[in-house]
């Protein structure tokens, strides 16, 4: 049974940081493109980041370039996600997900999703 679990979130004040881990499980992930979307109350799942099974190719969307980085160890079948910089709009659950081949970013194209980890930034 395929299992991600996400950890790392929390409450934290304005400029802070967080990271999030994501830890994969129950099959072979080779050729899998892992990375984070986020829900905030009232809104759609968007897109946070993603990046390649060599970790050789990262995707971002663009509110949060310069300040989050994605990373990922596949002897661990982890995905990271350092947060630097955190606005309150970055308040959101946080879901990993991962999907055969190249990255998508579209929701509908994950095969496996986290439950979530709840990030809270106060103003």
């Known amino acids: 049974q395929v299992q991600l679990v996400e950890s790392g979130g929390g409450l934290v004040q304005a400029g802070g940081s967080l990271r999030l881990s994501c830890a994969a499980s129950?099959?072979?992930?080779?050729?899998?493109?892992m990375g984070w979307f986020r829900q905030a109350p009232g809104k759609e799942r968007e897109f946070v980041a993603g990046i390649s099974w060599s970790g050789g190719t990262t995707y971002y969307t663009d509110s949060v370039k310069g300040r989050f980085t994605i990373s990922r160890e596949n002897a661990k079948n982890t995905v990271y996600l350092q947060m630097n910089s955190l606005k309150p709009e970055d308040t959101a659950v946080y879901y990993c997900?991962?999907?055969?081949?190249?990255?998508?970013?579209?929701?509908?194209?994950?095969?496996?999703w986290g439950k979530g980890t709840k990030v809270t930034v106060s103003s």
């Open positions: 997900a991962v999907q055969y081949g190249t990255w998508s970013a579209a929701p509908a194209a994950m095969d496996y």
């Open positions: 129950g099959r072979t992930f080779t050729y899998y493109s």
